[in-house]
């Protein structure tokens, strides 16, 4: 599966931005989504999760109760609302795709997406 993430940029402290990732190649609803993020000279970490159906999500403690992620399967396209956002937030944003259940692992993820840089000015 092909993945293309998109709708990052500049957005000043305590703004929101919502990022998209498109997927293509593969039955979408096949695979669960994460979102994971990368700032500069740290390692990649976990953002949020969700499975096949989006009956069940996850999130890291850093964003729970200010992103969201969802998806909509007919249009093969996960989604992540970033609210409230801080400088702390800043990064590439990655999104990935694996079969069955979602998981908090960047090693269980089979496709990755390019990523998108978010930038959060304070």
């Known amino acids: 599966v092909q993945l293309q993430a998109s709708g990052g940029g500049l957005v000043q402290d305590g703004g929101s931005l919502r990022l998209s990732c498109a997927a293509s190649g593969r039955t979408f609803r096949d695979y669960a989504m994460g979102w994971f993020r990368q700032a500069p000279g740290k390692e990649r970490e976990f953002v949020a999760t969700i499975s096949w159906s989006g009956g069940s999500t996850y999130y890291a403690d850093s964003v729970k109760g200010r992103f969201t992620i969802s998806r909509d399967n007919a249009k093969n396209t996960v989604y992540l609302q970033m609210n409230s956002l801080k400088a702390e937030d800043t990064a590439v944003y990655y999104c990935?795709?694996?079969?069955?259940?979602?998981?908090?692992?960047?090693?269980?993820?089979?496709?990755w997406g390019q990523g998108t840089l978010v930038t959060v000015s304070s």
């Open positions: 990935a795709a694996k079969a069955r259940g979602p998981s908090y692992s960047g090693s269980a993820y089979n496709y």
